[in-house]
């Protein structure tokens, strides 16, 4: 028989890049049909081109005269027929009778021309049938007969055993198909997709499938689906669909592989990523075969290298267990749980199964959901934790076991649903016992409520619980149950300090307590909760101040919180600014990874307001971005009030007025519960005022500022700094004409500033009182606000006040003085970024009968007294440890100053630190 090229019969055209093969299977014929019978075994995974390899060998056999009969083994054999009554006088029945009726016909069918027995999937026919054919080879060995079988390797049938043994016995001819070949890839690629074809694409189209017709055939109709040509755009476009069409070719690909293959990629469908050991555990099979299995599946690009094993992408991991039972993928899930948790794997990974499964009822999930949210401290838990902890407490738990779960679900809601948080404390707390346990739920429920309209009930429960407590401990409790007593106290004053309804609760208990010594954690919140309390208090700024230090002293291990925030922001009221910058560095400092966004959005708020008050514009304004870019980029609950009302101020001060109208309302409209924040909402007054002023809104502004008095003094607070309103409202009333209404907020005011006492609130005192004076005394008031304000920080209110002076000494005919302080004033108001008032007092010179060039802006100018301190004696060579020790500061607030005076001087170290930064009696020893 003559060797048929592929291309010259019409049945080729379905079988590609297998005509040496076919030509193979030819040749047998050839031989079968000059008279010598011949058998062939084609044998290649599902997939590989065994039945279309011998449908186009039938067409050509019967071209060639073979007369052919095609069989299939799929159907599984017939069972025996039950045996009935033996009869004892009959002979044995004859085993080789069959055989050899078979061989008669099959004699009789040869004697009219060659046969062609052509068997698909022949490890499914049962073994008598495969044996008659063995049988009958053996006998017309010079017979024009042809057995062509194929036989599917990655299943095991009843008919596998005798064909292994046709092939041991040298009676088959053994052909492998393996795959196909990238010239054969190419022809296929050209029959579905036209060409030419680019040999990249070949290449490509022959790694993705592996050399398997099948897969090759699906991948090539879901090109020409998308419409993508052979070539190299078409190339290019391969690579943005390759993901869908891999996920669509993965159920045939592993249909194609041996047992291994598939469980170990079924196993990495349920885990993701997992290393072979994993792997082979939940696939029931040994790591070294979990290997080899990978191995197949790296080929075929299911299975990509990763940092902790093998990785396989979601569309994949869908595409692989779409196929499976809903039951085997839970039971595979419960599973991986188990060996996850037991490999000691992070808490997410084993969250990620338990997701899956319809009961979360075991002890040991619980943990793992509890060590999720552990993991991430000050963050909400993802919201596979939380739907985990949910459909826990719908399994049969004890009362012990579903007050837990209320617990972790309220730590899993806190940053986020602080409602959904107390709901849950809320239920467990009704559900304990123990006045300890009661306590420690008291305190998360207390915390939760921060900032909330649960705040004042949350502080009554925070009472009865610490009541309760007392009773119990009697009148010498032991050091574990003191610190939480105080754990529980400091709680109830955090929670009321920033509630303008549950302020004055809080306040009426914390008057019979001692003040602690602050050795322990507990006790050194507790005065921070106390230091915030005795600033709202009014009492003297020192009193409050050594509280906040003594807060402060120590720098706590955990992450720094509303610990750090608090006194922090009372030693910035107290004038103490280099230590309220450096408390709230350590709250900013670290990154996102450690420090939770709900506490460093604050701490750049508060950053933003002291630069703003120590004169330094441009730096407030970066903070506050920060702070309303952090909140935004981490989905806080809140909308960031502080950091907006910061953001609102700057703005103000920087003279854009409309864009700090925009932030105010925007607030206004997103902060349901912004009027009972006690700081924030007062703050919020007071700059809304200063916004409708600018706009020339004098009566409203003066009405807005009214308000924020009248609700100051409803929650109880004496401090007049701490929003100060009544400078304004002084300042406007003079303008309008309304001394006495003036003169009656001054005099309302006076005695809490004297009360505080810092240069700050003397000095603005002075200056509010100059606007309701005349004559000399306004002239002298004003010299003393000056005199004050220049032993304070503040020098945005310094250059106000000075302003005020130089006009004051014009108006009294004192040319010269005048144009002195207003040269400073344009100095100070242009190197704190406020050229509004550079401005104006540039018009008020040029009266004066003075001139004064444009300013050369000097980066020296923009560093804060402190700053040029510590600049100067690390450009000396002091180290910090030394200038912290001769400036009475901390190591960590040298570095926060030197980082500053870097980043305002851009330079890179104190190597390059300029000349001319120690102030005039600042020796090298620091003094």
Partial sequence: MAVIPETRHESSRTL?????????????????RAGAAQAVLVRGPAGIGRTSLLTAAAVHLRADGFTVRTLTG???????????????????????????????????????????IVVDDAQWCDEASLRCLDFALRRVAAQPLLVLLAQRTETDGPGTGVL???????????LELGPVSESGTGRMIDRALGGPVDPLFARRCAEICGGNPQLLGRLLAGLRTAGIRPDRSGLRRLRTVYGGILASLIPDFLAVQPGPVRQVATALAVLGRADPDLLGALAGI???????????????????????????????????????????????????????????????????????????????????????????????????????????LTARLTAAERKDVHRELARACAPTAPAAALWHLHKALAAAGDAREKA??????????????????????????????????????????????????????????????????????????????????????????????????????????????????????APAGWWVLGPSTVLSQADAVDEALAGLERSCSGGSARQAARVRV??????????????????????????????????????????????????LSAGRTAEAGLVLDRLVRTDAALERRLYEWHHYLYVRGRALREHGDLEGAVAVWRRCGRSLAEAGVANPLLAPWWLPATTTLARLGRTDEAAEIIEQARPGLQRWGTPRALGLGMLATACVADGRARLRL??????????????????????????????????????????????????????????????????AGGRMPQLAANPLDSLTGSERRVAALARDGVSNKKIAEALFITTRTVEMHLTNVYRKLDVRGRSELPGGLRPSGLLATGR
């Fill in 164 to 174: 292994a043994e046709l092939l041991a016995q040298d009676r088959c001819t053994l």
């Fill in 602 to 651: 604050p701490a750049l708020a508060g950053r933003s307001l002291i630069l703003h008050n120590a004169g330094d514009i441009t730096g407030a304004l970066r903070q506050a971005r920060a702070a309303v870019a952090l909140a935004e980029r981490s989905g806080q609950g809140d909308p960031a009030p502080l950091a907006h009302i910061a953001l609102g101020s700057a703005l």
């Fill in 286 to 392: 040994p790591a070294r075969r979990a290997e080899t299995a990978l191995t197949v599946l790296r080929r075929f690009e299911a299975a990509t290298p990763g940092a902790r094993g093998a990785v396989m992408r979601d569309p994949l991991r869908r595409a692989v267990l779409a196929g499976l039972p809903a039951g085997a993928v839970r039971e595979l899930r419960a599973r991986a749980a188990r060996l996850l948790n037991d490999a000691g794997r992070p808490a997410a990974d084993v969250v990620a199964q338990l997701l899956h499964l319809d009961r979360i009822d075991e002890p040991w999930m619980l943990g793992v959901l509890r060590d999720a949210i552990a993991a991430s401290p000050g963050r909400a838990a993802g919201p596979d934790v939380v739907g985990c902890l949910r459909r826990a």
């Fill in 440 to 557: 420690t739920i008291a305190t998360d429920y207390g915390l939760s409520a921060v900032g909330t309209r649960q705040a004042t009930d949350a502080v009554r429960t925070l009472g009865r619980v610490l009541d309760d407590l007392d009773a119990g401990l009697g009148a010498d409790p032991g050091p574990a149950d003191r610190e939480l007593r105080t754990t529980i106290a400091s709680a109830l004053l955090v929670t009321a300090v920033n509630d303008t309804s549950a302020v004055s609760v809080a306040r009426e208990r914390s008057l019979t307590w001692s003040l602690p010594r602050g050795d322990s954690p507990a006790e050194r919140q507790l005065l921070a909760a106390m230091s915030v309390m005795t600033c709202l208090e009014g009492r003297p700024a020192g009193e409050a101040a050594a509280l906040a230090r003594k807060a402060l002293r120590v720098e706590e291990a």
């Fill in 16 to 32: 590609a890049g297998r005509s040496a093969e076919l030509n193979s299977v030819l040749r047998r014929a050839g031989r079968a």
């Fill in 782 to 847: 004003l010299r003393d606000s000056v005199d004050a304000l220049a032993a304070s920080p503040a020098r945005l209110e310094l250059a106000k006040a000075e302003y005020q002076l130089g006009h004051e000494l014009l108006r009294h005919g004192d040319a010269d003085g005048a144009r002195r302080h207003l040269r400073r004033v344009i100095e100070r108001a242009t190197h704190c970024g406020y050229h509004q008032l550079a401005a104006i007092a540039r018009r008020l010179l040029v009266t």
């Fill in 74 to 116: 799929s159907t599984p054999p017939a069972r025996p027929a039950a045996p009935g009554a033996a009869d004892p006088t009959a002979p044995p029945p004859d085993p080789y009778a069959g055989r050899r009726r078979f061989h008669a016909h099959l004699v009789r069918r040869l004697a009219a021309g060659p046969l062609a």
